[in-house]
């Protein structure tokens, strides 16, 4: 990309379900591969549709813009709220939910840009097929390993 082609937002596209979805903002096809950002907006007492998962070919950092996330990183619940700043690491498994009544927004910050719109499409297509229930999970896990997630095994009973 140019100087002259420089635009703000230039992967502008929100992308979501019943509240819960993501703005892409920058990806990777705008910055080299570099970089992708996008903003994560979860509604208050929203808790996440997908499994915990890694990622191993990625660092993903989390700045809390509005309201609290609580991301649970290798079993550890840490709050994230606004002006706070959270870097997971390659290989941690997470996840995280909204604990409040509170919307929540946050800034997302992959690098490099190992993942991109393509993948909130799909997750959420299929969170949109299943009409409020629950998510084919075999899907969900098939759409995240094609992406590059790893999902977690589900805790103990």
Not at 18 to 38: D, H, I, P, Q
Request: aromatic share 6%; hydrophobic share 40%; glycine share 10%.
């Amino acid at each position: 990309m140019s100087a002259m082609d420089l635009q703000v937002n230039p992967a502008n596209e929100a992308i979501g379900t019943k509240g819960l979805s993501v703005r892409f903002l920058v990806s990777g096809e705008n910055s080299n591969g570099s970089v992708a950002a996008f903003e994560l907006m979860v509604p208050g007492a929203q808790r996440l549709p997908a499994p915990a998962h890694s990622h191993d070919h990625y660092e993903e950092t989390i700045y809390g813009i509005d309201g609290v996330l609580t991301w649970t990183v290798n079993g550890k619940p840490i709050e994230v709220g606004p002006g706070e700043a959270l870097c997971i690491p390659r290989g941690a498994v997470h996840r995280f939910d909204n604990n409040g009544t509170r919307d929540a927004k946050a800034l997302c910050v992959i690098t490099p840009a190992a993942i991109g719109p393509d993948y909130f499409r799909e997750a959420f297509g299929l969170l949109n097929a299943a009409a409020g229930g629950p998510p084919d999970k075999a899907a969900m896990m098939e759409i995240m390993r094609r992406h590059g997630l790893t999902p977690a095994a589900p805790p103990p009973a």
